[in-house]
């Protein structure tokens, strides 16, 4: 006897996944953890107060924002701010759930039309692409042009994405070059006024300083940011690619058997559903 999924079943509330958002504790408690330990160093091995210079932080932070922002533009250091708050704030996906919501509504499409999508739109408003390919999909796009414009924006948003991870690799070359820069600085100044031992103390400070704020910024923030962002990105590349392949899927009017077999060809074998089992 057919299974409820295959016959279409009465029409059953969509499965909703799980996207609670958080604050990434990896990422949040990483960075603590790694300028806490060199914080307690810090305070072990003397006064804080010798490793605090306003000059040496002028030269690093603001130096290397001013080039990183010639490098790209302010649009660009925007969005790369935006997508660092999505990366410490980010929700949880669950790529098997968000399979077996695809399987419904493939199944829904199957048993009673593409317009019974319709009612299931507002419930989407948090997948901005599932949203997009089904209202399409709705409109009576047809199949191959459906895929066309979605795997589109998909490459662009893998452009939005990879540029921000591309400023914060810039960053973290430019802050310790900033570094160098706030070091010859120092020797400069020192050198010139060899003949003040006042000056002395002042000039070395800012020259040992900046060298260590683009060191940490480089490698305590700017670097592990970048690596958050990038394996971030491929998560949502997985979703979204898996929202091109049921919205295309859905407007062929395809078997959804045949569309949970490619869901699972691209899912980690851990989310792999069977729907239909």
């Keep these: 006897m057919a299974s409820e999924a295959e016959q279409g079943g009465p029409q059953r509330p969509l499965t909703q996944p799980s996207t609670r958002t958080a604050i990434d504790i990896a990422t949040i408690g990483g960075i603590v953890a790694a300028a806490g330990l060199i914080m307690t160093a810090i305070l072990l091995g003397g006064s804080p107060g010798a490793f605090i210079d306003l000059p040496a932080v002028l030269i690093v932070i603001g130096g290397t924002f001013g080039v990183t922002t010639a490098c790209f533009s302010l649009k660009d250091?925007?969005?790369?701010?935006?997508?660092?708050?999505?990366?410490?704030?980010?929700?949880?996906?669950?790529?098997?759930?968000?399979?077996?919501?695809?399987?419904?509504?493939?199944?829904?499409?199957?048993?009673?039309?593409?317009?019974?999508?319709?009612?299931?739109?507002?419930?989407?408003?948090?997948?901005?692409?599932?949203?997009?390919?089904?209202?399409?999909?709705?409109?009576?796009?047809?199949?191959?042009?459906?895929?066309?414009?979605?795997?589109?924006?998909?490459?662009?948003?893998?452009?939005?994405?990879?540029?921000?991870?591309?400023?914060?690799?810039?960053?973290?070359?430019?802050?310790?070059?900033?570094?160098?820069?706030?070091?010859?600085?120092?020797?400069?100044q020192m050198l010139g006024n060899l003949d003040d031992p006042s000056t002395i103390g002042p000039s070395m400070a800012v020259a040992l300083l900046t060298t260590f704020y683009g060191a940490l910024l480089a490698n305590v923030v700017f670097t592990p940011l970048a690596s958050k962002m990038e394996r971030n990105a491929a998560e949502d590349m997985l979703i979204n690619h898996m929202h091109v392949m049921a919205t295309a899927s859905i407007a062929r009017q395809e078997n959804p058997r045949r569309l949970e077999m490619l869901l699972n060809t691209i899912l980690p074998p851990s989310e792999r559903v069977d729907y239909f089992g």
Excluded: C, N
């Design 77 to 188: 250091m925007g969005g790369a701010a935006k997508t660092v708050f999505r990366t410490i704030m980010r929700p949880h996906d669950h790529p098997g759930e968000a399979a077996v919501q695809m399987l419904q509504l493939a199944q829904i499409a199957r048993h009673r039309g593409a317009l019974s999508l319709q009612g299931y739109l507002v419930a989407l408003e948090d997948s901005p692409m599932l949203h997009q390919g089904l209202q399409m999909v709705i409109d009576g796009t047809p199949g191959d042009d459906v895929e066309r414009i979605m795997r589109r924006e998909v490459q662009a948003i893998a452009q939005r994405q990879s540029r921000s991870v591309s400023i914060l690799r810039k960053a973290a070359e430019i802050s310790p070059a900033m570094g160098l820069i706030g070091t010859l600085v120092g020797l400069i």
